[in-house]
């Protein structure tokens, strides 16, 4: 089931309360639509297609974290950015510095971001709370602790240490 595994532990009274909680904490958060600006967004989806966002299995219970983001590659934003900044060279005869600059690569992000493409990524954790320790589905640190990160949004506090 699992290809990798970062684990967390956390103690036995954070594990009897998240049995009552987590559920219904989750779905305060679900994954959602990017609108036109964002650039990415992360929340809970089903674990398996049409169920709930909490599969138990007696004590174990799998969460399925999913980050839906906005993919504009590198030398796209560089060439529309080197675009606009020779537009400015012809038109007004100067080039543009430091703010000025900032300000342009905003506004072209801004342009190509309605027709970047969204890529969804999902990741899998499983809490066992008979022994107090969480397994997410990933080798990056990174991808981890964005898991660890939604679910203290959703539980309000959720005190895991990772496992060295």
Not at 138 to 162: W, Y
């Amino acid at each position: 089931m699992f290809k990798n595994a970062l684990l967390y532990r956390f103690s036995a009274a954070v594990g009897m309360d998240l049995i009552c909680r987590l559920s219904d904490a989750i779905t305060m958060f679900p994954l959602r639509e990017l609108l036109a600006t964002d650039m990415a967004l992360s929340g809970f989806v089903p674990v398996l297609a049409d169920g709930p966002f909490a599969q138990w299995y007696g004590s174990t219970v799998y969460v399925n974290l999913a980050v839906r983001q906005r993919v504009i590659p590198a030398a796209q934003i560089s060439e529309a950015f080197a675009q606009r900044l020779t537009e400015i060279e012809i038109v007004e005869g100067r080039k543009p510095r430091g703010k000025e600059r900032k300000r342009i690569k905003d506004e072209v992000l801004v342009d190509l971001m309605p027709h970047a493409p969204i890529v969804t990524k999902r990741t899998l954790a499983l809490l066992d709370t008979a022994n107090g320790f969480l397994a997410v589905n990933s080798s990056a640190p990174k991808v981890a602790e964005q898991v660890v990160s939604m679910l203290r949004l959703a539980l309000g506090s959720f005190p895991a240490l990772p496992v060295r």
